[in-house]
């Protein structure tokens, strides 16, 4: 956007390298990604993958990957680039891969392998995704589109039916977690839960009005 804006060839030759890199280094063979990739300072080659905020750093933390999904579907809008679509439908794929076979909750738990029965959900991860899911349906073939947008459905609806708050705090959504081994924000209010619920709510609306998914009322 700066760069088509003012700022120059530059800007957006940054922005893609930064796409590659991370796409190079930050994720597993599956898709996954980790949370912190721990590069060399000097040479800049990659030490190790590592995960603060999730279940350990092996597991796939559940906002982590939505954040994946969302970012390289933006990558793709910016450059039209096959590389960037492929891949945003890899990540995203893992995730719905994983999700339970649960037809009535479209919300992970914060760490798809954190093995405890009580572990908490993340409403924020689900709509990060959903609102993804909405523009990336538009970018993949007809069929792929039409599951895409299936799947987000059904999570604006799980998170509608079962996560809002109602009159029980001035937040949408309850039920994300923040930083759990920190033991914070644990089954709890967060702002980017909201932020991202309301964006997904607002893409639907544009499509069932016939409208680009991208868009500002």
Excluded at 28 to 33: L, P
Excluded at 58 to 83: H, L, N
Excluded at 189 to 204: G, H, K, N, P, Q
């Amino acid at each position: 956007w700066a760069s088509r804006n003012g700022g120059g060839q530059n800007l957006y030759d940054i922005a893609v390298r930064h796409a590659e890199t991370t796409m190079n280094n930050h994720f597993r063979k599956d898709g996954s990604c980790y949370h912190v990739a721990v590069y060399d300072t000097v040479s800049g080659k990659l030490i190790k993958g590592v995960t603060h905020q999730g279940y350990s750093d092996r597991s796939m933390w559940a906002r982590g990957q939505s954040w994946a999904i969302y970012g390289y579907t933006m990558v793709y809008r910016e450059t039209r680039d096959p590389r960037f679509l492929a891949f945003a439908q890899k990540v995203t794929d893992v995730y719905l891969k994983r999700l339970p076979e649960r037809s009535d909750d479209w919300v992970p738990l914060w760490d798809f392998d954190d093995p405890s029965p009580s572990a908490p959900k993340d409403a924020s991860a689900a709509c990060v995704v959903a609102s993804a899911l909405l523009e990336l349906s538009g970018y993949v073939d007809v069929e792929k589109g039409r599951q895409y947008r299936e799947v987000a459905e059904n999570m604006l609806s799980s998170l509608s039916r079962n996560y809002q708050s109602g009159e029980r705090c001035v937040s949408f959504l309850l039920h994300s977690t923040g930083h759990h081994p920190a033991g914070s924000e644990i089954d709890a209010s967060i702002i980017y839960a909201d932020y991202y619920y309301y964006e997904a709510l607002l893409r639907l609306r544009r499509l069932q009005q016939g409208r680009p998914v991208l868009g500002i009322g």
